[in-house]
């Protein structure tokens, strides 16, 4: 039995919220949000070689997956792969980066099922980023 972090009741150390206060993973001595987490200790340029992130902070807020190699919910990287990113090669649904497979992309290079390219694009509705400056 352990005392929990915010209130001290005593609780069991595999509880998920305690019982008293509500407080999540109330054993732990210091608690950073929900999900899962991680980087690689090899660094370039001072991001990480691989950054996974499906986490929350506490106040709700996500994780950002920021690496060369960024896989998460909302990821920033060389490669990306997410569900919101922008990258150099991006798989996403949603994204902004040089070349992408996407749901929804703003790029150089695409294949997409809506989107807008600059140089080569595929998909259902893809528009030529020139083509639609012209209309304006």
Same mark, same amino acid.
């Given at each position: 039995?352990?005392?929990?972090?915010?209130?001290?009741?005593?609780?069991?150390? @595999?509880?998920? #919220?305690?019982?008293?206060?509500? $407080?999540? @993973?109330?054993?732990?001595?210091?608690? @950073?949000?929900?999900?899962?987490?991680?980087? $690689?200790?090899? $660094?370039?340029?001072?991001?990480?070689?691989?950054?996974?992130? #499906?986490?929350?902070?506490p106040n709700r807020t996500p994780v950002v997956a920021k690496g060369?190699?960024?896989?998460?919910?909302?990821?920033?990287?060389?490669?990306?792969? +997410? =569900? #919101?990113?922008?990258?150099?090669? %991006?798989? %996403?649904? #949603?994204?902004?980066?040089?070349?992408?497979?996407? =749901?929804?992309?703003?790029?150089? +290079?695409?294949?997409? =099922?809506?989107?807008?390219?600059?140089?080569?694009?595929?998909? =259902?509705f893809v528009w030529k980023l020139a083509d639609l400056l012209n209309?304006?």
């Amino acid at each position: 039995m352990k005392k929990c972090r915010v209130c001290r009741y005593e609780i069991s150390e @595999d509880a998920l #919220f305690c019982p008293n206060c509500g $407080t999540p @993973d109330p054993a732990k001595d210091k608690w @950073d949000g929900w999900g899962l987490e991680y980087k $690689t200790k090899t $660094t370039f340029l001072g991001l990480p070689l691989i950054h996974v992130s #499906f986490k929350y902070r506490p106040n709700r807020t996500p994780v950002v997956a920021k690496g060369l190699i960024s896989i998460g919910q909302f990821g920033v990287g060389i490669i990306n792969i +997410s =569900q #919101f990113g922008i990258g150099v090669v %991006s798989i %996403s649904q #949603f994204t902004i980066a040089f070349y992408a497979l996407a =749901q929804f992309a703003l790029a150089y +290079s695409l294949i997409a =099922q809506i989107g807008v390219y600059v140089s080569k694009g595929y998909g =259902q509705f893809v528009w030529k980023l020139a083509d639609l400056l012209n209309l304006m």
